[in-house]
DNA sequence: ACCTGAACACCGTTCAAGT
DNA sequence: ACCTGAACACCGTTCAAGT
C-alpha cells in the first residue's frame, strides 16, 4: 500500500522519541519506511512542515484534554499542565513548537481555549491574550530547558513540584486583574 | 598572526547574527576566517562547544548590566530586560541559550545574582531558587517565540509592552511569598 | 498518483602529516 | 603549537524518469 500523510507523521514520531531533534534525519526517516528519501518530499514540502506536523499533533493532544470543573485558576492550570504533558510525551517535543515555522489550527484551537478561560474569568479580549501569552510562554520556556538539561538533573517529582510553583506564581498574579 | 578561541568566537557571533542559526555552519566560519574546517577544531572541541561559548557570551552581556537603586520588584524588572536584551542583540540568541549543553560560569552567575536579589527580599534559599526559575523560564520562552515569530507579526513596541506585562504577572505572582 | 534513481550542494568531525 | 589536506560518514532537496 503506499504511503500518506498519517503514516509518514507516525514514523516521523517514533523516529522523533527514539533519536531525538538534533538526530531526526529524513533519511533515517525514508530507510524506517523502507522507501527513498525524496519519497517523503511527494508528502511534505519539507522537514520543516514535517516537523511543524508533529507539532500540530502535540497542540491537539494538549487541547484533547477536557476542562475540569471550577474555577479559572483552576482551568488555567489544568491547561497548563496538559500543555507540557503533551510537549513531555515525545523527546525534545517542547523544542518542536518552539522552533515549529507558524502555528498551525490545532497550536491557534489551543490558545483560543486558553483565552476562553480567562475571558470567562472577566478579562478583557486584550488581556485575556497578554495573559495567555505569559501562560504558554512560560510553559514552553520551563519545559524546553526540562527537556535539554532538567531531565538529568532533577527527578520527576522535584520538576512537577517546580513546575506547579511556577504556573501557581503565573496565576497568582493574575489574580488582581480577574474581577471578583 | 594564529587564531585563539576569542578571534573565533568573535567570527562565529557575526555568522550567527548575519545567517542564523539554522544556517550557522564551521564550514562557513572557517572560510569567513581564511582557514581549513579543521583548523576550528583546535580552538573548540566541536559546533556546540562553540555554541557554548556564545550562550556564555550573551549570560556575561545579561549579568553585566549594573542593577538599579530601588526595591526588589524593580531590580528583578531589570535583570529581566537585561536577559532579553542580552538574547535579542544576536539572531536566534534565545535559541542558543535555550539550546546549550549546561549553563557555563556566566550563566550560573546570572542566576546567582537574580537569586540573591529574592533572598535580599526575603525569600529562603529553596523559595529563592524555583522564584528565579520561574522569572527565567518565562524569559526564555517569551523570547524564544519572539524571535521565531514575534519578530514580523508584531512591533517592537508591542512586543515591549507584552513582555513588560508578562515580567509584571511573574512579579506580582511572587509578590505574597515575600515578607512585607 | 506515487515512487525510484541519481544527482547537487552541502554538512560535522577526525587525523596523519606538515611547519 | 597550530594548521593543512584529505578523507569519512553523513545531510536536505530536486527532478527526470519510471510504473
Redesign the pocket.
Known sequence: M???RSIVLKAALEQLDEVGLD??????L?AAL??????????Y????ALLDAIAEHIAADATAVPLPDGNWAEQLAAIAQALRDAMLAHTDGARVIACMSAPGPMARAFFERLVTVLREAGLDAVTAASAGDVLTSYVNGFTVEEQARGIRRQSRAERDRLFGFGVSVVIGGLRPLVGG
Open positions: 503506499p504511503l500518506d538526530e531526526f534525519s529524513t533519511r533515517k525514508a523502507g522507501v527513498r528519501v525524496g519519497a517523503l518530499y511527494w508528502h514540502a519539507s522537514k520543516q
